[in-house]
């Protein structure tokens, strides 16, 4: 009797005909955007059946109907977004291409696009993997306040479980014939933790570096350096890769290409000033004989008022002796004084090496014997040790090497400390065994200028095994940094023993030194100095360049004219000038859009006001590479709180693709800025005549259980 009522009163129910009043989009009278994400990352697999997220969406809203249903209450108007947004026809539109996701950018194109019409709302596709300047929560906000909610669909695993990936790349852009440089790679991993993996460098097929390394804890990420030697002069694309473990979603963020430039260059021009011949003097001159990248112009001398001159381009280098101009002397990028006594400098010259390396960048090396009377001079400020008065050292430290039978005259095995292990300037393998090895079979030394303590910001790379001065071991190279150049201190004479010592085909010694020389020379600006807004760039990026160019004094030019020539990989050619930033002295900047993958030369031409005619000031070459991007391969998990923040902000709802059969019936009755207010007739919906046939079959089953039928 129970479920009889129940009947009745379902019936009696139907017969009062209720309704329901409720908002509802008003059939093909408003607009519904369709914006679908057509990045790169769209085409990680990484859904059941290995389907790509852009394959999934195909199939559930072209093939499985969603945009039919939609179509029956809006007119429909679909677009295709990564970096930038544009209208498409359908799936065939999509290619997975873009190297950027900027959600706040698709929504205000959108808005631009279809504003004016009746817009009743938006359908937001995509991984929530936003990596655009702008967050689009204001945006969807401005939407919400003209009552245009964005429904948000998304696609992809929220937690991608194993994955490793390259994060960054930090090479040397150019470097000097036969170089040793370091290429520091970021790694990112999900589940592989203590896990060993290949990591290596291709020219090409052929390996040029490889290492074995372990990951560390996941979600972080790790540096690891390699190092590298470019075997031909030329501009060279390598390509580092991780090796691709079993269960890894993402292949795509294990590879990386990166250019270096190591195409002939003009040479470093290095002037050494030497007090008397000596033996260090011979071999130094010798170390750099056959290396292109440095020209070493010598001033020797060799007797009272008597000098001989080596290395010189013209009859008139260094024929009145030490430079008397900034003009002449910053034509050098580094200076070396071997065993030189302060005498033979005046004021303004040694005013000028302090300048020379504080200002216009250069590089300074002393070698030997420092005379005392440098002390309270600019010398004094450049060196990264100090200078003290033989008189105030300690008995068994005074002498120096100039005397034989003293400790500081002794034969010595130098150390490396942690610091000059890894440093570039005193390397001999890129292996640190074999770089170990090297040294210990290198033969002693003998004697050592003793100097005082370390200046704040020094750091020694190679020391005296046993002698010390106020507790710290004798230093015997040492470095720092003094304004914008670099400073050496080398504290003995004898690394000619290096050479002399050793089988004639050994290279130790000629290494180092070209090392020393070339790292001194090399960060001295150039009189047109180019550098590039990014570290690397995809194919639709914007390429901004800036061109710093100096005088002869190596001041800021304001008043040259500049043109930049860029020949892309397809040899095409355009020219443009760089206008003057008004606000920087010296500052010329240009830019454009890159749209192919691979090599783009650039040449920018000055025209001084001064007039300078030299090659190297009034051109410079360069060059970068446009390679496939990482950024849509990194942290490009589905985003579902973002999507979620975005669909809350605008009054719209949040669906995962799976869930996304429910969507267009949540647009059609979600309130929008052209909803109608309507009566729904309930007594005759598809449920009440199911829970009425529902309630009679029960009923009567439960009359047949108790014989009343």
């Known amino acids: 009797m129970y479920y009889s009522f129940q009947c009745a009163g379902a019936i009696l129910f139907c017969l009062l005909r209720p309704v329901i009043t409720t908002m509802q989009a008003a059939p093909q009278e408003t607009y519904l955007g369709v914006l679908i994400d057509d990045s790169q990352s769209m085409s990680i697999a990484d859904l059941p059946g290995d389907q790509s997220r852009q394959a999934a969406i195909g199939e559930a809203f072209f093939e499985d109907g969603i945009i039919d249903e939609l179509s029956e209450f809006f007119q429909i108007r679909t677009f295709r977004f990564d970096g930038q947004t544009q209208r498409i026809n359908g799936m065939e539109g999509l290619s997975e291409e873009g190297t950027a996701s900027s959600v706040d950018q698709a929504l205000q194109y959108v808005d631009d696009q279809l504003n004016g019409l009746r817009l009743g709302g938006l359908v937001l596709v995509t991984d929530g993997a936003d990596n655009g300047d702008s967050d689009p929560i204001n945006t969807a906000q401005d939407f919400g306040n003209r009552r245009i909610p964005i429904f948000t669909v998304g696609v992809g695993q929220e937690d991608i479980p194993q994955d490793i990936g390259i994060v960054d790349v930090t090479a040397a852009k150019t470097v000097l014939e036969g170089s040793v440089f370091n290429v520091q790679v970021d790694v990112n991993h999900q589940g592989f933790e203590g896990q060993e993996v290949g990591l290596s460098i291709r020219d090409g097929e052929e390996i040029v570096a490889s290492e074995v390394v372990t990951l560390g804890t996941e979600g972080v990420a790790r540096r690891f350096d390699l190092e590298l030697t470019p075997e031909r002069p030329e501009l060279i694309v390598y390509d580092l890769q991780i090796e691709l473990q079993s269960g890894e979603i993402i292949e795509q963020n294990n590879s990386y290409s990166f250019l270096v430039d190591n195409t002939e260059k003009p040479p470093l021009d290095v002037l050494y000033i030497e007090g008397h011949p000596r033996n260090e003097y011979k071999f130094i001159r010798r170390a750099v004989q056959g290396d292109d990248s440095i020209r070493l112009a010598t001033y020797l001398q060799t007797g009272p008022e008597k000098y001989y001159r080596q290395g010189i381009e013209s009859p008139t280098e260094l024929a009145e002796g030490f430079p008397a101009s900034k003009e002449d002397l910053y034509a050098y990028e580094a200076i070396v004084l071997g065993d030189i006594e302060e005498s033979f400098f005046n004021d303004d010259q040694l005013q000028m090496i302090d300048e020379f390396v504080a200002e216009r960048g250069g590089g300074f090396l002393m070698s030997g014997m420092v005379d005392e009377e440098f002390i309270d001079t600019p010398i004094a ?255 490009a998990e589905m985003d579902a709180v973002l999507l979620g923040r975005i669909a809350d902000a605008s009054g719209g709802s949040y669906f995962n693709l799976s869930d996304v059969n429910g969507l267009p019936e949540s647009v059609e009755f979600t309130p929008n800025a052209y909803s109608l207010e309507v009566q729904i007739d309930l007594w005759d919906q598809p449920w009440l005549l199911a829970l009425l046939i529902l309630l009679l079959c029960i009923d009567w089953i439960s009359r047949r259980m108790k014989g009343l039928s």
């Open 381 to 635: 400020d450049i060196l990264p040790v100090t200078i003290v008065e033989e008189n105030f050292l300690p008995g068994h430290l005074r002498g120096g090497i100039r005397r034989g039978d003293h400790p500081t005259a002794e034969l010595f095995y130098p150390r490396l400390t942690n610091n000059g292990e890894f440093s570039p300037l005193l390397r001999l393998s890129g292996e640190d065994s074999l770089n170990e090895n090297f040294w210990r079979q290198l033969p002693e030394l003998q004697g050592v200028y003793v100097t005082g303590r370390i200046k704040p910001g020094a750091t020694v790379l190679l020391e005296h095994p046993v002698l010390q001065y106020q507790n710290q071991l004798l230093p015997i190279v040492a470095q720092q940094r003094y304004g914008s150049g670099r400073s050496v201190s080398v504290t003995t004479a004898s690394t000619w023993r290096w050479q002399m010592m050793m089988h004639s085909e050994d290279q130790s010694h000629e290494t180092i030194w070209r090392q020393l020389l070339r790292w001194l020379a090399v960060s001295a600006p150039e009189r047109i100095t180019i550098e590039f807004d990014r570290e690397f760039y995809n194919v639709g990026d914007e390429v901004n360049v800036t061109a710093l160019v100096l005088n002869d004094q190596y001041e800021p030019d304001n008043d040259a004219t500049l043109w930049m020539q860029t020949t892309d990989p397809l040899d095409q050619v355009i020219d443009v000038p760089m206008e003057w930033n008004i606000e920087e002295d010296g500052v010329y900047r240009a830019n454009f859009t890159v749209e192919e993958e691979g090599v783009f030369s650039l040449l920018v031409d000055v025209a001084s006001a001064a007039g300078d005619a030299a090659v190297d000031a009034s051109e410079k070459r360069t060059a970068f590479v446009v390679t496939p991007s990482l950024r849509e391969y990194t942290n």
